[in-house]
């Protein structure tokens, strides 16, 4: 709670609603990584924030003289492409790698008749080759 309050800068935060967010923001990480690793506490954080400053997702206000604009979608709780990005690393996992399906048993040498022209003994029908 005091975390959330700090993250967001917040001098005063109701902490049972901060407790709600920060459980439920878990709770949505555990969706892409189960156990959460080190260093997620700053993604939970990021989801719960969000969630916590713009819970009716308002993408226009205006207030007086003032108004804001914020990007649609930027309210509620939910991982951005760039959370779930961030879990995944944060786990090990993501980013690019090679698969080798060669097996390790495999020899380079063909696997079928050659004669002398550099062509199989013999052609299926059709070919056009005798």
Same mark, same amino acid.
Do not use: H
């Given at each position: #709670?005091? !975390?959330?309050?700090?993250?967001?800068?917040?001098?005063?935060?109701?902490? &049972?609603?901060?407790?709600?967010?920060?459980?439920?923001?878990?709770?949505?990480? !555990?969706?892409? $990584?189960?156990?959460?690793?080190?260093?997620?506490?700053?993604?939970?954080?990021? $989801?719960?924030?969000?969630?916590?400053? &713009?819970? !009716?997702? $308002? @993408?226009?206000?205006?207030?007086? /003289? #003032?108004?804001? !604009?914020?990007?649609?979608?930027?309210?509620?709780?939910?991982?951005? *492409?760039?959370? *779930?990005?961030?879990?995944?690393?944060?786990?090990?996992?993501?980013?690019?790698?090679? $698969?080798? /399906?060669?097996? @390790?048993?495999?020899?380079? @040498? /063909?696997?079928? /008749?050659?004669?002398?022209?550099?062509?199989?003994?013999?052609?299926?029908?059709?070919?056009?080759?005798?």
């Amino acid at each position: #709670m005091e !975390q959330l309050g700090l993250y967001l800068g917040l001098s005063e935060i109701d902490g &049972n609603r901060a407790d709600l967010l920060i459980a439920s923001a878990v709770s949505l990480c !555990q969706t892409i $990584v189960k156990p959460l690793p080190e260093g997620a506490e700053a993604v939970v954080l990021s $989801v719960a924030g969000r969630a916590y400053v &713009n819970p !009716q997702q $308002v @993408s226009y206000e205006t207030i007086g /003289p #003032m108004s804001v !604009q914020r990007p649609s979608g930027s309210g509620g709780l939910y991982l951005t *492409k760039n959370d *779930k990005a961030a879990l995944k690393s944060l786990a090990g996992r993501g980013g690019a790698f090679t $698969v080798d /399906p060669t097996p @390790s048993t495999a020899d380079p @040498s /063909p696997t079928w /008749p050659i004669d002398d022209a550099g062509f199989a003994d013999e052609f299926e029908p059709g070919w056009g080759y005798s």
